[in-house]
């Protein structure tokens, strides 16, 4: 039941040297195999709801797959399905899906959450949205909704207009008997929904024995605004991309703009040209820049309290990035750059002006890093806050699905620009920056190393833009006016976003509006790590962990 990565990936259980052979796969799981599916992205095998433990368990620990990336519910005329998106942390091109389909009047399947930590929010978001119940769960409540709420919002034959009746609950003792000790000094403290100490409206229970936390409960949903019920109300061609800007939406537009695109694009069967690659991604380590930016100085605002300094340093030089970025696109925040099949405009007139400023950032950043270091990580009070508080180790990293610096700082070497190259990232020369302590001092670390290689990039696109042949300039592909996908065409493809693996799951119904658009936030996955990281320490060390998980509450509620 080891979650590490295979030391000789050809030796594990359905693993070629051209790749996963699905029929020794099908041979592993036996009877447990009702029958396949071929989805865009990858194959998939159709199981039987009371035996999903067995197969989840066999795919992890004899086929490799440690990667459970996502969970998506759906409810068709005639049955619920639930699907699990699994991949391999060493190789996450090595994809499968198992669909586990449900009886419409009696949705019930068996919760993977034993062989996957992170199926926990998953499936109870699953339940929550769509009425999926999973038998086996150890906490199946809503996690978006309030407990009051009634219906499932993404079920068919749930009514919009009906108003909610909201009744006050009686206030339950939290204590719960497996929280009590008669030896020790037990209480109940709230953290959030509305303090200093969150970052956005996150509502923390904590159990502190003491002064040590024993219990830490993150309660999300304050910020819920049905990104994907927007979404599949919206055609593809235009009236979906300016959506995922308000996911993460202080920093990673564009990044989010092309989790859609890619997902998208691959969809439809649509071509971008180089140069627009090109564009695609020098403008997303902009974002990824500024975004790193505002996360490490947050994270000394939390943990020491510095404002002065650090903080505003951080946000003078996101803020050289968003005027860049303003100049590319005309927004700050939210883009809307990308268009599926390359990017809205060309580079800003005179191109010459653009390239300047984009360097003088470039050459002043060195110097700025430095400063981080002697402000923040070579301070003895933020050392003492942070070395050695807040460890994760790999193998719970990868249990709850953790992508990004949160997990590349607990040695796990994921990252899909590399892993599942897409945009132009194949082309260029950078590196893949990772640490082993898993502690809050390394996950800080990790960021101001990618905000280096993220300027690699960005010096190495800026060559190549500036000598790309004038008459070979090509912004976009020749799209369709109006997409219409195959019938019943799935497909779940992911990239890099600045905290993680950012995915989407899409089904097609032969319109030009999306059946089923699932959106598998990093931030989600990764808040789940918090107790991990929490118990047993103290209230100023959970405030640090929840700070270098960098979280941002619209990309976890959507």
């Known amino acids: 039941m080891s979650l590490e990565r295979p030391a000789d990936r050809t030796e594990t259980v359905g693993v070629t040297d051209d790749g996963l052979d699905y029929d020794a796969l099908a041979d592993l799981l036996g009877d447990s195999v009702v029958s396949r599916e071929t989805h865009l992205n990858c194959e998939a095998f159709v199981i039987r709801p009371d035996e999903v433990q067995d197969v989840l368990f066999a795919l992890r620990d004899e086929a490799g797959f440690d990667h459970c990336s996502n969970v998506t519910a759906q409810e068709y005329e005639d049955r619920f399905e639930s699907i699990y998106h699994l991949k391999k942390y060493a190789d996450p091109t090595q994809e499968l899906s198992v669909v586990v389909p449900a009886a419409k009047g009696n949705p019930v399947s068996e919760s993977a959450e034993p062989v996957y930590r992170t199926a926990d ?19 199946m409540r809503r996690i978006l909704l309030p407990e009051t709420w009634q219906g499932h919002p993404m079920g068919l034959d749930y009514n919009q207009e009906k108003p909610q009746l909201v009744t006050l609950e009686s206030h339950a003792n939290p204590l719960e008997d497996d929280e009590r000790d008669d030896g020790s000094d037990t209480m109940y403290l709230n953290i959030g929904p509305h303090h200093p100490a969150t970052h956005g409206v ?56 092309w989790a859609y695109a890619r997902t998208a694009e691959d969809l439809a069967g649509l071509d971008v040209p180089d140069y627009a690659q090109v564009i695609r991604t020098m403008s997303a380590e902009l974002c990824r820049i500024a975004a790193h930016m505002l996360a490490v100085g947050t994270f000394a605002l939390d943990v020491y309290g510095e404002f002065t300094a650090t903080f505003m340093y951080a946000f003078r030089d996101r803020e050289v990035v968003e005027n860049i970025l303003e100049d590319l696109t005309g927004q700050r925040l939210m883009f809307n750059y990308l268009r599926l099949g390359g990017v809205a405009w060309d580079l800003p007139e005179p191109r010459e002006e653009f390239f300047e400023k984009t360097r003088d950032f470039l050459d002043g950043l060195p110097h700025k890093l430095d400063e981080y270091h002697d402000l923040l990580t070579s301070n003895e009070i933020f050392q003492l806050r942070c070395v050695d508080t807040g460890v994760l180790d790999a193998d719970t990293a990868k249990s709850y699905g953790a992508t990004g610096p949160v997990a590349r700082a607990s040695g796990v070497d994921y990252d899909l620009r590399r892993d599942d190259p897409y945009g132009y990232y194949p082309e260029l020369d950078w ?128």
């Open 121 to 139: 929010w998953h499936e109870r978001e699953a339940y929550d949205l769509v009425g999926i119940q999973y038998e086996g769960h150890p906490d």
């Open 202 to 257: 996150l509502h923390i229970e904590t159990v502190l024995d003491g002064e040590q936390v024993a219990h830490v409960a993150p309660d999300i949903g304050y910020l819920h605004r049905c990104e994907e019920q927007m979404a599949q109300q919206g055609k593809y061609r235009h009236e979906i991309m300016p959506y995922p800007d308000r996911w993460d939406y202080v920093s990673a537009g564009i990044l989010n703009e």
């Open 431 to 558: 590196d893949v920056v990772t640490a082993e302590e898993g502690d809050n001092y390394a996950r800080v670390l990790c960021r101001l190393r990618e905000v280096e290689e993220s300027a690699r990039i960005i010096d190495q696109c800026v060559d190549l833009l500036e000598d790309w042949p004038e008459d070979d300039r090509e912004i976009q592909s020749n799209v369709p006016r109006t997409l219409r996908p195959d019938e019943d065409a799935e497909i779940y493809r992911a990239v890099e976003g600045a905290k993680g693996e950012l995915g989407i799951y899409i089904r097609s119904d032969g319109t030009d509006k999306p059946a089923r658009f699932k959106i598998r936030s990093p931030a989600f996955s990764n808040l789940q790590t918090l107790p991990e990281l929490s118990v047993g320490e103290y209230v100023p060390d959970l405030i640090a962990s929840l700070a270098s998980l960098d979280i941002v509450l619209g990309e976890v509620d959507r």
